[in-house]
């Protein structure tokens, strides 16, 4: 038994040992370390390695040779597919799809990468439209309730009324053989005509459209003959009489207006789903006024040296 009792002080004595150098290798360590925090070369060190490690996450997730296809974007290519043809693609369609799309982002990476989209028309417009579509899913409008619907309407109540409209016969002479002698013709027809007749086109020369036109409103009128002599007597002749010759883009004319009913106002309800289109669309050039001036704020211009907001 003498032998273990003399042997335990012994391994007290070397456990002692051990956590004295164990605790003055602590307190050598805890220098050491304070003295490298206020070290500026270990300050840069450290500095450098965190830049290094942001830089590679960056570098892995905006790699312009890194092309990521996502769920979201597989997802995406399949609808597109699926508007246009009615159907999902099956496993080996998408498959095609995506090739198809990965290859299509490479021409375009490279085509950045090599500036090519730099002063192109083409390239500018399209990026202004997906702006502009961006502003506008932005800050949608929001449904108008009836009062407003009442308020705009009335505000704008020439927009939503009947035009002008005319109903009227005409008599045509062609100018091919000359613009005296298809006039001249006109006026002998005008003395020949027929008392109380309301129509006579076989007196002149076929016309490439219709002889007769009712209720026409002037932007008719002006679209089938221009804005042209005949256009805007039909508007102002006298109801009920022949009268002319009077020129368009055809070549000549007698005229015989039958009626002319003046612009009168439509009611709300009849043209409801008109006055709600524009009245969103007004509240949304509004609010993409608005958004363009909050975006414009972060630019300066500069002209002839003087800088100045857009």
């Given amino acids: 038994m003498a032998p273990r009792s003399e042997a335990m002080p012994v391994a007290h004595a070397r456990s002692l040992a051990t956590l004295e150098v164990m605790e003055r290798t602590g307190i050598a360590a805890r220098k050491l370390l304070y003295r490298a925090v206020r070290e ?41 597919y699926a508007l246009q043809f009615g159907v999902r693609p099956d496993a080996r369609k998408l498959r095609a799809l995506l090739d198809a799309d990965i ?4 021409l375009v990476r490279e085509g950045l990468a090599l500036g090519l989209d730099k002063d192109d028309e083409i390239v500018r417009r399209r990026i202004i439209q997906k702006m502009q579509f961006l502003l506008d899913d932005t800050r949608p409008p929001a449904e108008p ?22 109903t009227f016969s005409h008599i045509y002479f062609s100018g091919d ?44 009128v002006e679209r089938l003959f221009g804005h042209s002599e005949f256009a805007r007597a039909v508007f102002s002749a006298a109801l009920g009489h022949w009268a002319g010759p009077f020129r368009s883009a055809y070549g000549w004319h007698l005229l015989y207006v039958e009626s002319r009913a003046s612009e009168e106002p439509r009611p709300l309800s009849t ?6 289109t524009d009245y969103l669309l007004e509240q949304q050039g509004r609010a ?7 975006l414009a704020r972060k630019f300066i211009v500069v002209r002839n040296g003087q800088e100045s907001s857009p």
Avoid: M, W
Wanted: proline share 6%; charged share 30%.
């Fill in 145 to 166: 309730g009836e009062e407003q619907l009442e308020a705009y309407y009335h505000a704008h109540l020439d927009r939503y009324a009947l035009p002008d409209r005319v």
């Fill in 288 to 294: 993409n006024d608005a958004a363009f001036r909050e």
């Fill in 103 to 106: 290859h299509d982002e490479i």
């Fill in 177 to 220: 053989a000359g613009e005296s002698a298809a006039r001249r013709r006109a006026l002998a027809a005008l003395q020949a005509l027929p008392a109380g007749s309301e129509r006579a086109p076989g007196l002149g020369d076929p016309f490439p459209d219709l002889y007769d036109f009712s209720n026409y409103g002037r932007e008719q």
């Fill in 40 to 80: 500026p070369l270990v300050h840069f060190i450290v500095l450098g390695l965190a830049v290094f490690l942001i830089g590679k996450i960056h570098r892995g997730q905006t790699d312009v040779e890194r092309i990521v296809i996502t769920p979201e974007r597989e997802a995406r290519i399949a609808n597109q």
């Fill in 271 to 276: 043209v409801r789903d008109k006055v709600r």
